[in-house]
């Protein structure tokens, strides 16, 4: 039996580039940072059966087909690993929060496989694509990436970054819906110029962009604009990923 922590995530940067003729997925490039004082707590060991069960808010779910089912799955399948284990998630992340909750179970799973058991490479491309954009980054185990292409491309990112706080709203966001509008917005054109950005976070400013998805987040959930302009009073706050939670920016302090 292995007991496993899962951690969040960040996004302090998030620019989305329009769909290609021939893409399913929409190219992205972030800065995503391993939020660690908020994580999910994963019990793993064998078992006669393939069964994933969570504990959300002392409430029990036992859910057939979640990203944990599907990256055990993906293991047997690309890797050969054992299908039959039980696993127990405490739920600390919320759902739908824009923190990457499933795809760190997910990816804290997969990492556990890969390590009992002598196998290739993890494909990247191939687990963004059919698993999760979020997953390869967690999936590295860096604190601090640099993460493009479909979610694909991760490199670690080694600089100073800013000290922030995380604001959960407890509004869960639908991602599909929120890329669904951005898809549909024919004048959408990301404003966020990535490398300039990243190689001066320490000093940020409020007229910069950090979420091409913040305007769709607020189309799609609009009861959150109240709460981000509220935010915004005590200083530089945006989205992280698809929200909802808000991530909001410590003037004066750095983390390395």
């Known amino acids: 039996m292995a007991k496993l ?12 580039h329009p769909k290609k003729t021939g893409e399913n997925k929409h190219r992205i490039e972030s800065l995503m940072v391993l939020h660690k004082p908020l994580y999910d707590e994963i019990t793993i060991k064998p078992s006669s059966k393939l069964s994933v069960t969570y504990y959300v808010d002392n409430k029990i779910y036992r859910i057939k087909k979640c990203n944990i089912t599907k990256a ?43 390590s009992i058991n002598k196998h ?35 490199s670690q990112y080694k600089k100073a970054t800013p000290n922030y706080k995380v604001i959960i709203t407890n509004a869960p966001s639908n991602t599909k819906q929120i890329y669904s509008a951005l898809t549909k917005d024919k004048c959408f054109h990301s404003q966020i110029q990535f490398m300039k950005l990243t190689g001066s976070l320490a000093n940020l400013t409020s007229k910069q962009i950090y979420n ?22 005590g200083g530089i706050c945006f989205f992280s990923g698809s929200g909802g939670s808000i991530i909001q920016l410590q003037n004066g302090k750095n983390i390395s």
């Open 5 to 16: 922590k899962a951690y969040s995530k960040v996004n302090l940067i998030l620019k989305v």
């Open 72 to 114: 055990i799955l993906y293991m047997r399948d690309k890797h050969g690993c054992p299908v039959k284990w039980s696993v127990v998630v405490n739920k600390n992340i919320p759902l739908q929060s824009g923190l990457g909750g499933s795809s760190t179970d997910a990816a804290c799973v997969m990492n556990y496989l890969h």
């Open 120 to 154: 290739s490479p993890l494909d990247y491309q191939d687990i963004a694509m059919n698993l999760g954009s979020d997953i390869p980054f967690f999936l590295s185990k860096y604190d601090k990436a640099l993460v493009k292409g479909y979610g694909n491309v991760v």
């Open 212 to 233: 091409d998805l913040e305007k769709y987040v607020i189309q799609v959930h609009p009861q959150l604009q109240k709460t981000l302009t509220k935010t915004k009073q």
